[in-house]
């Protein structure tokens, strides 16, 4: 009877495929992170637009007064230094994502290196099988040629 088909470095292959879900992991939440900001950003946009349509509304039909006019610009100024900072933080999870994307694709490819290694193992074990198998067939068949009486 043949063995069973083992690949002995199916315990590696299992902590490369763990690291590279969490490196995947790592990846999509530093995305989400992203995103997160550019919907704030967008947002804070909008809310900047408003405003200032608000107050050049208010200014045309001189309905606003001064101290309304100027706690109106602080609030552009400081939503636009908020646009701002989030742009920088930004640009630094930019930068982080990078460095994940590097280190998934290198967990990818040590992943891949093993999953090859074992995929040439199982061909070698289906070949070998395959072999040993048509051998025996060979053998039966010459037994059974050899058995029958010559008429």
């Known amino acids: 009877m ?9 315990t590696l292959l299992r902590v490369r495929e763990l690291r590279e879900r969490e490196a995947k992991r790592n990846l999509a939440t530093k995305r989400a992170e992203i ?5 704030l950003n ?15 509304s208010g200014q045309r039909e001189g309905q606003i007064d001064p101290t ?10 400081h939503l636009r230094h908020t646009v701002m900072t989030r742009q920088v933080q930004r ?12 280190a998934w694709r290198e967990a990818r490819t040590q992943t891949r290196i ?3 290694l074992r995929q040439r193992r199982w061909k070698e074990y289906t070949r070998d099988r395959d072999r ?16 029958q009486p010559v008429l």
């Not at 309304?68 to 100024?77: D, H």
């Open 35 to 39: 995103a997160q900001l550019d919907h």
């Open 2 to 10: 043949a063995k069973r088909f083992e690949f002995r470095l199916q």
């Open 132 to 147: 040993r198998e048509q051998a025996e067939l060979d053998e039966l068949a010459q037994q059974l040629h050899r058995q």
């Open 68 to 77: 309304t006019l100027q706690r109106g610009r602080a609030w552009i100024a």
């Open 91 to 102: 640009q630094e999870l930019v930068g982080k994502l990078e460095h994940l994307k590097a």
């Open 42 to 56: 967008k947002q804070t946009t909008e809310e900047i637009f408003r405003q200032q349509e608000t107050l050049l």
């Open 114 to 116: 093993i999953e090859k």
